[in-house]
């Protein structure tokens, strides 16, 4: 570890202009094929909403949209404060390239105080991370690298021609940044995003693809996310219906304790 | 039958103004405890982009922020075109009272086109929804009567004190339009809020409670979802994680022929 800056940390520095837009760049870091990994732009947009002067309380909610390919460069992040009730909390975001507005998002944040509890959902069994292999053969694209994959199950694999019948659209894996990195809420925004596009699993076949509109709730307190360190969450996903170019897909985060830290839903378009 | 307009149809009824910006009024036929039915604005909020002189496609996705409280009488929706590709097109739009934005939404439209297609969901089983009976005492609430419950299981029970143990939090029922209407996207956007919120059935206790954000994506085409007509969808919900103020919730809408219609997600915010 040096005194650098962690890569999630450089990618969500800012600089604020006067009119209250915040200027930033893409970050190598998390490139992907043709631009970003969705996952970043996710936790730019919800860091410029955590910096803005009104912000009050925890973040909530999060639905981004991919309205347009961002491009590698500067880009100007815009948060309209839509309205700000006692304890919640809406935010309007854009993020802007020129002319293009190339990531939307809308966001819920909230003063949390203590009320009934219940925790209904049940963690996925699956062995201790350090009992999993690190996924080390990867695909040479950058922000596969600022992830450990540890698959439990539904490792995707990719073949020349679509397999015969299709495969199963779950994954189990144990996930953590890569250097690691205490877990926050812009951390656990991007790791929303982790999953390799199901329809790559699913037909094991890379056709044009990308996330359209991705949404998660944040159910853990900025201290509970803490106490999860850097140790890796366990993630599992799920797709329910591929056709006529969209299908969806299903995720929930979870602590090494077996609390529900986030649920995450996305849909995805693909040709062919 | 008559020939006056179904209430869905006379909630969605606007006159646009020399700005775009078209103008409504709140439905006492979904009238809801302090305000309208969550569902309705939602259908609002779809069927004003839907109006949109620029819209192309249909609906893919539709993330509704519940910002205020919308009070009975009139409103504005003004309808940013954010972003529109070949087939994607990205929408912003906001219903205003006065200098209040009382709710925000984010809209995926696209013209879809065939391409491989794939489900891996199964129906939940279920009797057909003529052998269950019509739930006829219902809280005398408006919104409730504008929708036909059939509930399989998991049916909300409300006493004077929370339940000494938590109930469950799935449900499922057979659901439709009451009167009777041929479904679409409208109605379907609509459906997607028709579960009474988990917090009160798992508790069985009543308390301050509302949808905060809401999350839906259209899987079926405007033909497939005319098939379906006016017979009853199956719907299936549960929550995973409550504390803090707040719970989630998952749902899905299914046809009668056992596709799935759409996937919605909710946060709710709670008191106590």
Same mark, same amino acid.
């Given at each position: 570890?040096?005194?650098?800056l ?17 200027? !930033?760049? &893409? ?7 043709? !631009?970003?990994f !969705?996952?970043?732009t ?5 860091k410029a909403?955590?910096d803005?002067? *009104?912000?009050?309380?925890e973040?909530?909610?999060?639905t981004?949209?991919?309205? #347009?390919p961002? #491009? ?8 309209k404060?839509?309205?700000?009730g /006692? ?8 993020l ?5 507005? *190339?990531?939307?998002?809308?966001m ?12 209904? *959902?049940?963690?996925?069994e ?9 996924? &080390?053969?990867k ?5 596969l ?9 539904g ?14 659209a ?6 953590a ?16 995003d982790?999953?390799?596009v ?10 044009? #693809?990308?996330?359209?509109?991705? &949404?998660?709730? %944040?159910? *853990? ?5 803490? /106490?999860?360190? &850097? /140790? ?13 170019? %969209?299908?969806?897909q ?6 090494d304790e077996?609390?529900?830290? #986030? ?5 995805v378009?693909? /040709?062919?």
């Amino acid at each position: 570890m040096t005194d650098a800056l962690h890569p999630l940390d450089a990618a969500l520095a800012f600089t604020a202009g006067a009119d209250g837009a915040l200027a !930033g760049r &893409t970050s190598p870091a998390y490139w992907n094929m043709v !631009g970003p990994f !969705g996952g970043i732009t996710a936790a730019q947009l919800l860091k410029a909403a955590l910096d803005h002067p *009104a912000r009050i309380g925890e973040p909530v909610a999060q639905t981004v949209n991919f309205c #347009a390919p961002i #491009a590698e460069g500067d880009f100007v992040i815009r948060v309209k404060e839509v309205r700000s009730g /006692r304890s919640v909390q809406h935010f309007y975001a854009e993020l802007v390239q020129g002319e293009t507005i *190339a990531a939307s998002a809308t966001m819920v944040f909230a003063r949390r105080s203590p009320t009934w509890g219940h925790h209904t *959902a049940a963690m996925p069994e699956a062995p201790p991370p350090a009992d999993v292999p690190v996924l &080390t053969k990867k695909p040479p694209l950058a922000w596969l690298g600022a992830y450990e994959f540890r698959y439990v199950s539904g490792l995707p694999i990719m073949a020349s021609e679509a397999f015969p019948e299709p495969q199963s659209a779950k994954s189990l894996i144990w996930v953590a940044d890569q250097p690691p990195r205490p877990l926050d809420h812009v951390a656990l925004a991007s790791l929303c995003d982790v999953f390799i596009v199901r329809v790559f699993q699913v037909r094991g076949l890379r056709t044009p #693809a990308g996330t359209v509109s991705m &949404t998660s709730y %944040f159910h *853990a307190s900025t201290e509970e996310l803490a /106490r999860q360190g &850097t /140790r890796p969450l366990l993630a599992r996903v799920d797709s329910t219906r591929f056709g006529d170019q %969209f299908h969806d897909q299903q995720a929930e985060l979870w602590s090494d304790e077996g609390k529900l830290l #986030a649920t995450t839903t996305q849909v995805v378009w693909f /040709r062919e």
